[in-house]
């Protein structure tokens, strides 16, 4: 029987409808093994919300099974990662959306959190400057045209924005970021969607590939929705916390890093301000209402994170 990893069995916490997938997991990976004929090949590993075994096709090829979370957000990456054809992203081979389950090629696991530490290796990592700089270049190909199948991204934002302004009493924020977030959310969120955007690209989400004989870097896990490009930067700004102490302040280091992701990437800097501001409020809250779902206090690290949320709103600002 397969066992899940501890990291993401933690997610049973999380409520009702996760406990019952991962009660179902270890079943849905069986099932879909025998009947892709794969065989696994290692140790498993997980995200968020999905589980990744490295496996063999038939024919032996190397690939990794993804199997997620059925929630909305991961109803179409099938249909995303099909449109993109894996032009700056990992290449789908299989899919069967009803099980959430993706046969997708196996990239190698070192990401642009910090590649040398990750693999004990005493060369230079890859600096802040050219990490940002490798994720806005994947962002011209992966926000092709707007996709019929794919929902907005507007229509997740305002139920979000609706479960901050529900709890905007108790939701450890200063009220005017709040209020300030909610707004903008409203403004943001009337426009018509322009491209099909990743949702949730960041250092972890960029894996090494290769590409015509070439090492390449290419985005995994796309929460995929038609919307605004300029809605992709905040998570880069949430990553690789630590390193920002080592350019000044903190508040230098997030606008400088947000300034390289705008300006390689083309962006409109006052509409990305926008942007950060109200997805920084709503990450904030998830964590949040995280604790109120467990029936518990919020735990030192999601304290922490709704610091660093608060501390990225504010720098962008000025």
């Not at 099932?31 to 063999?56: K, N």
């Not at 096709?57 to 109803?75: C, F, H, M, Q, Y």
């Not at 009220?175 to 955007?197: H, K, N, W, Y």
């Not at 490009?229 to 880069?236: K, Q, S």
Request: charged fraction near 30%.
């Amino acid at each position: 029987m397969l066992t899940i990893p501890p990291g993401l069995d933690r997610q049973r916490s999380l409520g009702p409808e996760w406990a019952a997938w991962l009660d179902r997991l270890p079943g849905l990976v069986g099932d879909v093994v025998d009947g892709w004929e794969l065989q696994l090949d290692g140790p498993l590993w997980h995200g968020f919300c999905s589980l990744v075994a490295p496996v063999h096709t038939p024919a032996g090829a190397e690939a990794v099974l993804k199997i997620g979370l059925p929630d909305d957000e991961s109803e179409h990456e099938h249909l995303a990662l099909q449109r993109w054809r894996g032009r700056g992203v990992v290449r789908l081979l299989r899919a069967d959306p009803a099980r959430r389950a993706l046969l997708l090629e196996r990239l190698d696991r070192v990401d642009l959190s910090d590649p040398a530490r990750q693999r004990g290796e005493t060369r230079p990592s890859i600096g802040d400057q050219e990490a940002c700089e490798i994720v806005a270049g994947l962002y011209p190909r992966l926000h092709v045209p707007p996709m019929p199948q794919l929902r907005e991204q507007a229509s997740y934002v305002r139920r979000w924005a609706a479960a901050v302004e529900r709890d905007a009493d108790a939701v450890p924020v200063p009220r005017r970021l709040v209020e300030q977030a909610l707004a903008l959310a409203g403004d943001l969120c009337a426009e018509p969607p322009t491209a099909v955007i990743h949702g949730d690209l960041h250092y972890e989400n960029v894996l090494l590939g290769e590409r015509g004989g070439e090492p390449t870097w290419l985005a995994i896990d796309p929460k995929p929705a038609n919307g605004d490009p300029h809605y992709e930067i905040e998570p880069m700004l949430r990553n690789r916390f630590e390193e920002y102490g080592d350019v000044g302040s903190v508040r230098d280091g997030i606008r400088r890093r947000f300034h390289i992701l705008v300006d390689a990437a083309g962006l409109d800097e006052e509409r990305a301000r926008d942007w950060v501001v109200v997805r920084s409020i709503l990450d904030a809250h998830w964590a949040f209402a995280d604790a109120v779902r467990a029936d518990r206090a919020m735990s030192v690290a999601e304290r922490d994170h709704v610091t660093r949320c608060i501390t990225v709103a504010k720098a962008v600002q000025g």
